[in-house]
């Protein structure tokens, strides 16, 4: 099934109807909301990467609030067990048996906060859930309702009491992001917004769960064409052999690459995908996946001007083309 030109345009009026919505409390802070809302659109989890106080933890929360969906946030500790966030069947006298309990990860959003606060164990209750949209229990595999988005937050600078998260963990993570700190004029706009009391009472809900499932159907119909998946496979198979790279970007990082210029052109009202699409997005998939020689680190290297060379030593083919072939 292919796309209509009217099928795209309303996935655009919805794509930028949230962004609107989350932008009226996260000021200034469009790229960094587009990357959100588009990576739910994509199916896929993302991890928010920031110091604090630049809204990380509102910004998750502002999506969630703009959708009528079922939501939780979860505040990682680290006394968190792992069955706070899968659930734990209890005994239920009246009936005589055991009653299973849902846990925090049983809705649509979930929002961690503070993800590296916990153990490794329990961090580890969320890689089936983020991989298979399942929990299992007690040999029960119980499923998610969809659309299912964990939105991670986390401190890159406080390594007190922290557990940093595995490649393993990392990998789930469709892409990462920074919110950054806000310029002059936004910040002044921020004061007088926020000055008395937060706006993020005020945010109502833009469309509902079942709306956004058509929207990530949509997504899916958007056409590729096949010069540009081999770009797609080119950027990945480039990190793997970039003699600054120790480990490379994963196959899963070429699927969420494709799936998230997917929707980055429907939210441009394109039917087709271009490879601008594909490097719109490079950096926030890639960014959390590549790690760098020892050797590399000495010099100063940075993840982000690896990505960019990348980028500049691989042929780009023609949009043209991408569009008809």
Request: hydrophobic content about 45%; aromatic content about 6%; some cysteine.
């Amino acid at each position: 099934m292919e796309i209509s030109q009217d099928k795209a345009a309303w996935f655009a009026a919805q794509f930028n109807a949230l962004v609107a919505n989350i932008g009226r409390v996260i000021q200034g802070k469009q790229e960094a909301i587009e990357q959100v809302v588009s990576c739910m659109l994509a199916e896929g989890h993302l991890l928010i990467e920031d110091v604090p106080g630049v809204g990380k933890t509102l910004l998750a929360k502002s999506l969630a609030r703009s959708i009528e969906c079922e939501f939780n946030r979860i505040q990682f500790t680290p006394d968190l067990l792992p069955s706070d966030i899968t659930g734990v069947s209890v005994w239920d006298r009246s009936r005589s048996e055991f009653v299973f309990k849902p846990g925090a990860i049983f809705a649509n959003i979930v929002v961690g906060d503070e993800i590296n606060r916990a153990s490794p164990k329990t961090q580890a209750a969320l890689l089936e859930a983020m991989e298979e949209r399942q929990v299992t229990t007690d040999g029960i595999t119980r499923p998610l309702a969809a659309p299912f988005m964990v939105v991670a937050t986390q401190n890159p600078l406080e390594h007190e009491g922290t557990y940093p998260l595995p490649e393993a963990q990392l990998d789930r993570f469709m892409m990462r992001t920074a919110v950054g700190y806000p310029d002059r004029q936004h910040e002044l706009e921020i004061l007088d917004t926020h000055g008395i009391t937060s706006t993020y009472p005020q945010l109502t809900a833009m469309t509902n769960a079942h709306e956004i499932g058509e929207l990530i159907v949509l997504a899916r119909t958007i056409k590729v064409a096949h010069s540009v998946k081999g770009y797609v496979v080119d950027l990945i198979e480039a990190t793997r052999i970039h003699p600054d790279i120790l480990l490379g970007a994963s196959p899963r990082a070429a699927l969420y690459l494709l799936r998230v210029s997917r929707v980055r052109a429907a939210s441009q009202a394109r039917e087709y995908v271009t490879p601008d699409d594909v490097k719109e997005y490079l950096h926030p998939v890639l960014g959390h996946r590549l790690i760098l020689r020892p050797e590399a680190q000495i010099r100063g290297a940075q993840v982000a001007d690896v990505v960019d060379s990348v980028i500049a030593s691989l042929q780009v083919p023609s949009a043209i083309r991408a569009a008809s072939s």
